[in-house]
């Protein structure tokens, strides 16, 4: 799916908590404009940016992974 429609939307995502868990105040503020009826395209790149430059995206992608791997043990211990 494109990269903006979360933001568009102003869903609430792991992505997104993240993100604010680790940004400065203008960093929040902006991450805050999501959801607004008249995001532009340059607000979008930039909240994606923040996601990515305090590492949000990055830990999102490393507790996927976790899981994931989590998930596989478990199954190769079914007997089934």
């Known amino acids: 799916k494109p990269v903006g429609d979360d933001l568009r939307e102003g869903k609430f995502t792991l992505l997104i908590a993240e993100a604010l868990e680790r940004a400065n105040e203008d960093e929040k503020a902006l991450l805050d404009l999501r959801g607004k009826?008249?995001?532009?395209?340059?607000?979008?790149?930039?909240?994606?940016?923040?996601?990515?430059?305090?590492?949000?995206?990055?830990?999102?992608?490393?507790?996927?992974?976790?899981?994931?791997?989590?998930s596989m043990i478990a199954l190769e211990k079914l007997d089934l």
């Open 37 to 70: 009826n008249d995001l532009t395209s340059d607000e979008i790149v930039a909240m994606v940016n923040v996601v990515e430059s305090v590492g949000a995206l990055k830990a999102v992608e490393e507790r996927i992974q976790e899981l994931y791997d989590e």
